[in-house]
């Protein structure tokens, strides 16, 4: 089975600064999805940015961007200028396209923004 | 759009009890996942369908946990009879099948088990 491991429990910054959060996956697929998604303290599961194998391009939406490395199995997220807002639970998450739709989630890392 | 609705938002039951949660998957969107959320185990999939046929229910602990889809449109989630180990955020998930990639969660139920 998949497996999609986080290996920072915690991670903080300072406001305006720049963090980057870890993630890496084991699987024998070749095309797949990966994905990063934010828990706020609200519980809401919100989707931040997906990427797909298949693309070399990094994935970027405005302050969040992803380094994706296949070869390596690596797609950390960075957060650039982070904001108060940006304080919560981030969740890598892999999806394979061709073995249905189970998606593999790590244990997340929580991120704290010091003002 | 009206998001993936979950009920209720909070449950608080006894032990022995029969818990039922709810889904309202987004219209349009023929998968659907259950999740269980908590400190020790993170986020684990239940149990998800296509078209509502469960299609991988490993994930259900046991058999007092049971899930069924009736329609395109609803979902149901029972402990039957619940445990306080069973205390955790239940999350739904919902997806297009063929073309969408990503789940779009619910609220989540804050269950939890005296």
């Known amino acids: 089975a998949q497996t999609v491991t986080q290996s920072q429990p915690e991670m903080s910054v300072q406001e305006a600064e720049t963090v980057t959060l870890s993630c890496t996956y084991d699987t024998s697929e070749s095309d797949y999805y990966l994905f990063w998604y934010k828990q706020p303290p609200s519980r809401q599961m919100i989707l931040v940015i997906r990427q797909e194998a298949y693309k070399q391009q990094n994935a970027t939406e405005n302050r969040f961007s992803v380094n994706f490395q296949k070869a390596a199995k690596s797609f950390s997220l960075k957060i650039s200028d982070s904001q108060l807002g940006d304080a919560a639970m981030y969740f890598c998450a892999y999806r394979g396209a061709n073995t249905g739709n189970q998606f593999y989630f790590g244990t997340g890392t929580s991120l704290t923004v010091i003002p | 759009d009206a998001g993936v609705i979950q009920s209720p938002r909070h449950e608080v039951t006894e032990m022995g009890q029969e818990v039922t949660l709810r889904c309202k998957p987004i219209s349009g969107h023929n998968s659907l996942f259950w999740y269980r959320q908590t400190m020790m185990r993170g986020l684990e999939l239940l149990i998800y369908?296509?078209?509502?046929?469960?299609?991988?229910d490993s994930g259900m602990p046991e058999d007092r946990f049971s899930a069924k889809m009736p329609n395109a449109s609803f979902s149901t989630l029972k402990i039957q009879p619940s445990e306080p180990r069973d205390s955790a955020v239940y999350f739904c998930?919902?997806?297009?099948?063929?073309?969408?990639?990503?789940?779009?969660f619910g609220p989540g139920t804050r269950l939890t088990v005296l």
């Open positions: 998930a919902s997806k297009r099948q063929l073309t969408g990639n990503e789940q779009f």
């Open positions: 369908f296509n078209n509502n046929v469960p299609i991988d």
